[in-house]
């Protein structure tokens, strides 16, 4: 199973940016997906955010992050970024990386059961 480490988490201003890393313990295949959800508070549901095949091919975003956050993959380095653009106190959560085996498409992307890795998540504050 691909092991996961996010990092690039912290406090920012609202209006601020963020970049987000996931780094995978081995490459996943060109046809898996990597995700990222967040969680608030500890314990709910987690929210989808983004995915991408890991060949890039397909990207997939919530509602709430089209415009503002952009997912990419770099393949040398075995890792997924989030980058994320004019956040907001909403935006305040633990962002967790997730890998599927499976080539997701758009109508089934967003749910996390699908998903069979997940990092130890990364906590992200926007301060009014």
Known sequence: QVQLVESGGGL??????????????????STNTMGWFR???????????????WSSAAKYYAHFAEGRFAISVDSAKNTV??????????????YYCA?????LLRAVVAQSFRFD?????TQVTVSS
């Open 12 to 29: 920012v201003q609202a209006g601020g940016s963020l970049r987000l890393s996931c780094i995978a313990s081995e490459r996943p295949g």
């Open 39 to 53: 969680q608030t508070p500890p314990g709910t549901e987690r929210e989808f955010v983004a995915a991408i095949r």
């Open 81 to 94: 970024y989030l980058q994320m653009d004019n956040l907001t106190p909403e935006d305040t959560a633990v």
């Open 99 to 103: 890998h599927s085996p499976a080539p």
């Open 117 to 121: 890795s997940w990092g130890q998540g």
